[in-house]
């Protein structure tokens, strides 16, 4: 149990133009999901904390209006990259904390490969 | 300011000896641990945790242990197996509060046969 899985898996879109990513837990409901971002050979770095039925929040830093997200069902969450440039190209991960258990145990996707020429 | 640190960016053992990875934090505040393993060009997938309340946790091939006033948690794994070859991640967060998972930057662990 506790499967993650993001789409698509990998991405190459032009400069200028908006990519979708979505994260869904499959076989558990996620009450908050979480939206990470590795550049290669770094850590990875939280952009956002997203709850289900509210606003995302923020890392300090990372612009809003750039990255959307929505969380609209305890199963899905989606990261919107606005207006996408060469530097946005990276690897996206989400997270999902599953709602039952006390623990902070989170559970990854895959992983989106997004380049932008 | 980096919280969590992993200061070694690599590691090399012998197959069957036992791998050793290290992880330091700054901040109090954490209580809860997590180590995650991860392959290139997919998502992390999870070890194992520890709470504060406790100094060892173990599973299987892979021990944590947490010194608090230290500020050190380690990964024991052995026997160490070719399969275990991947990038090591030691997470922290405070289970009070938002929850948010801080990580180190990873140390790369290759496993010679």
């Known amino acids: 149990g506790a499967v993650v899985s993001q789409h698509p898996s990998r991405v190459i879109c032009k400069s200028g133009t908006s990519v979708k990513i979505e994260c869904r837990s499959l076989d558990f409901q996620a009450t908050t999901m979480f939206w990470y971002r590795q550049f290669p050979k770094q850590s990875l770095m939280l952009m956002a904390t997203s709850n289900e039925g509210s606003k995302a929040t923020y890392e300090q830093g990372v612009e809003k209006d750039k990255f959307l997200i929505n969380h609209a069902s305890l199963t899905l969450s989606t990261l919107t990259v606005t207006s996408a440039h060469p530097e946005d190209s990276s690897f996206y991960i989400c997270?999902?904390?599953?709602?039952?258990?006390?623990?902070?145990?989170?559970?990854f996707g895959p992983g989106t490969r997004l380049t932008v020429l | 300011d980096q919280q969590v640190k992993q200061n070694s960016p690599s590691l090399s053992v012998q197959e069957g000896r036992i791998s050793i990875l290290n992880c330091d934090y700054t901040?109090?505040?954490?209580?809860?641990f997590l180590w995650y393993k991860k392959y290139p060009a997919e998502g992390p997938t999870f070890l194992i945790s520890?709470?504060?309340?406790?100094d060892k946790n173990e599973d299987g091939r892979f021990t944590v242990f947490l010194n608090k006033s230290a500020k050190h948690l380690s990964l024991h794994i052995v026997p160490s197996q070719p399969g275990d070859s991947a990038v090591y991640f030691c997470a922290a967060s405070a289970l009070q509060g938002a929850q948010k998972l801080v990580f180190g930057q990873g140390t790369r662990l290759t496993i010679n046969p």
């Open positions: 520890i709470s504060s309340i406790k």
């Open positions: 901040n109090s505040m954490f209580d809860y």
């Open positions: 997270s999902a904390r599953r709602l039952a258990g006390g623990n902070n145990e989170q559970f």
